[in-house]
């Protein structure tokens, strides 16, 4: 029993880990909160949707149709709501409010595009189920294990070993030394959020088959939780995402394998709440800590 639930948690917390992830990559270059991060999210489910069922596509080419959905999404609201504010030296605040707009409008988009009833995906997946010593694990489970750790562990490798990556860091690091240095931070910084937003797109097919599930407001949700775990792991900290993201969906599991699923969001919320009074900074942040690593 409890193997099984931590494998619900784990396949759960996975998909936790690509949305704060999303988030942790735009806040380390551009020291900014995503708020629309959660409806790029969305869009990139319903596209995997659309692909997977009216275009009669694998779950794996819907998924990479999804992620180039959000990258696409992510380089129009950098173009459009960022980088004129940008380049003006506004405010801090000015780019968290041009997101939220832009969270709204593609809510509200998305309202008009494909309705406010839920939509699933086909079931097929979630039917097949195999036993290994006891413990029972769907289709679906293992295509989001597979798929999530795949990504976050390749995304790992890209920043470290790239040479775009490394210019990543750099930016995220002190943009203006990456400058003098010789890297393209505008570019950097396009990528970035496209990257970001490819990850929250793939994030939405995961979590739409995980749940089964699809709406236009179920980015709201999903947002907060990717904040939440953004500051639990430390803000800006890439390994800080991944356990963090882990450790909410077990906690969620768990809470509601023990008799208390009407407070699940409660109780996972409440477990970060406790963490960061003993630890404020985040499980992987510092005090010191700019963003970025």
Do not use: C
């Not at 409010?97 to 309202?111: C, P």
């Amino acid at each position: 029993m409890f193997l099984q639930q931590m494998i619900n948690g784990i396949t759960l917390g996975s998909t936790y880990a690509l949305i704060a992830l999303g988030y942790t990559l735009i806040f380390g270059v551009l020291n900014i909160v995503n708020m629309a991060h959660g409806e790029i999210f969305m869009f990139g489910a319903f596209i995997g949707l659309i692909l997977a069922t009216k275009f009669n596509m694998s779950i794996f080419s819907a998924l990479l149709g999804a992620m180039a959905a959000g990258a696409v999404l992510g380089y129009l609201m950098e173009r459009l709501a960022l980088r004129p504010l940008r380049r003006r030296k506004v405010s801090e605040l000015a780019p968290l409010i041009s997101t939220i707009g832009v969270s709204i409008f593609l809510e509200s988009l998305a309202l008009r595009l494909f309705g406010p009833q839920a939509q699933s995906f086909p079931s097929i997946y979630a039917a097949q189920l195999f036993e290994v010593g006891g413990l029972k694990i769907s289709a679906v489970q293992i295509i989001i294990l597979v798929i999530s750790f795949g990504l976050m562990v390749a995304l790992r490798f890209w920043l470290a070993k790239t040479r775009l990556g490394k210019s990543i860091r750099a930016t995220a690091e002190n943009i203006e030394t990456a400058n003098l240095l010789g890297v393209d931070t505008q570019k950097v910084i396009v990528l970035t959020v496209m990257l970001a937003s490819a990850l929250g797109g793939g994030a939405g097919v995961l979590v739409g088959l995980a749940f089964n599930a699809i709406e236009p407001t179920m980015g709201i949700t999903m947002g907060f939780k990717g904040l939440a775990v953004l500051i639990l792991g430390g803000l800006g900290n890439i390994t800080g995402a991944m356990v963090g993201g882990l450790l909410l969906g077990i906690a969620e599991i768990f809470s509601v394998a023990y008799g208390v699923s009407s407070y699940r969001d409660a109780v996972a919320f409440g477990f970060i709440i406790l963490l960061l009074f003993l630890r404020p900074q985040g499980i992987f942040g510092s005090k010191e800590q700019q963003g970025g690593r």
